[in-house]
């Protein structure tokens, strides 16, 4: 035990180590670059711990990109029609809650290939969201809500950071403690491991699957919705640009730990930071191509998955329907 606590105390003083290297050789603000980490880390790391329940419970939705894009441009209608921000946020959480509803009845009722279900949600997105827009503001790629209905960060001397990405650190921690320490948590893993058993002790697994389709559908909604109103101020219609698959290789990466998800979430949201910093900060993004840089989150997300996916476990009852006897 004091050889992992060693190993991990000695890992994460190397990373920090690291950071203030790119930070100082690059003439980056660590102050900057931790504050877009945050924000790029929020909508990952809640459809990342959304999703990491989920399939503890035996669904897999791979369509967190198309809930993502969904959710963004609701919650962007909702707040301009209440002239609230915080509608808004309320408006993609409960429109991601009614996707996840749908995909948990379609894969638990329907026994439908969830797969399949996960990937239409995404094709369905992609055409949805252009045309949403256009029928409604009149434009097809972009809309910029008025600055009112935005989101502003928490005024904290220190840094600017999103009441939402504190939502998100504190769900990850009660996450974890829900899985691994309340009874609803040994029902959710009893039905991804050996729902048989679940069903015996008269615990119905279909109830137990519902709700964390639903929990899953509600955390990436918020995810969404968060991205044009507390992050980037407005919406394109390829706002998620492939985050919903980043939070699926944070969740697999983390073997379906909700808080383990998170630390990865960090992780990618910090790469994406450093890109979006780079990009921005003169005197580097002269010197390096725009492109190029724009490729770092994605590269991380390949390195860090191709490190660690071998050595995780899945339930044993992942992606298979369970029907009573």
């Not at 180590?17 to 877009?36: F, R």
């Not at 409960?94 to 996960?118: H, K």
């Not at 504190?166 to 921690?173: D, E, K, P, S």
């Not at 630390?263 to 990009?279: D, K, P």
């Amino acid at each position: 035990m004091k050889v992992k606590v060693s190993t991990k105390i000695l890992l994460a003083f190397i990373v920090l180590g690291v950071v203030l290297v790119i930070t100082e050789v690059l003439g980056l603000s660590p102050i900057a670059l931790l504050e877009a980490a945050l924000l790029a880390m929020t909508p990952l790391a809640l459809a990342a711990m959304g999703e990491s329940i989920n399939q503890k419970a035996g669904l897999v939705n791979i369509g967190l990109e198309g809930i993502f894009l969904i959710t963004a441009v609701a919650g962007v209608y909702g707040a301009v029609e209440a002239n609230n921000g915080m509608v808004g946020l309320l408006f993609g959480v409960i429109i991601g809650a009614l996707i996840g509803l749908l995909f948990g009845v379609l894969s638990v009722y329907g026994r439908a290939d969830q797969i399949i279900v996960g990937i239409g949600i995404n094709v369905f997105a992609i055409g949805f969201v252009p045309y949403f827009m256009m029928s409604t503001w009149g434009f097809p790629g972009i809309y910029i809500p008025p600055k009112e209905v935005l989101v502003p960060p928490l005024p904290i001397p220190v840094m600017r950071i999103s009441g939402i990405t504190l939502l998100a650190i504190t769900l990850g921690i009660l996450l974890h403690l829900m899985l691994h320490k309340t009874p609803l948590g040994l029902r959710i893993l009893a039905a991804g491991e050996t729902p048989e058993a679940l069903d015996v002790a008269g615990i119905r697994v279909d109830y137990v699957r519902i709700f964390t389709a639903i929990l899953s559908g509600a955390l990436t909604g918020l995810g969404g919705a968060f991205m044009p109103l507390c992050w980037f101020g407005g919406i394109v219609k390829e706002i998620s640009a492939g985050r919903g698959f980043i939070a699926l290789a944070c969740l697999v990466s983390a073997g379906l730990e909700p808080l383990l998800a998170m630390s990865f979430a960090f992780i990618f949201g910090f790469a994406e930071g450093l890109a979006y910093t780079v990009a921005v900060t003169p005197g580097i993004k002269e010197a390096i191509p725009y492109h190029l840089v724009l490729m770092i989150p994605y590269i991380t997300t390949l390195a860090v998955v191709t490190a660690f996916i071998g050595k995780r476990r899945f339930p044993k009852a992942i992606g298979t329907p369970y029907t009573r006897e």
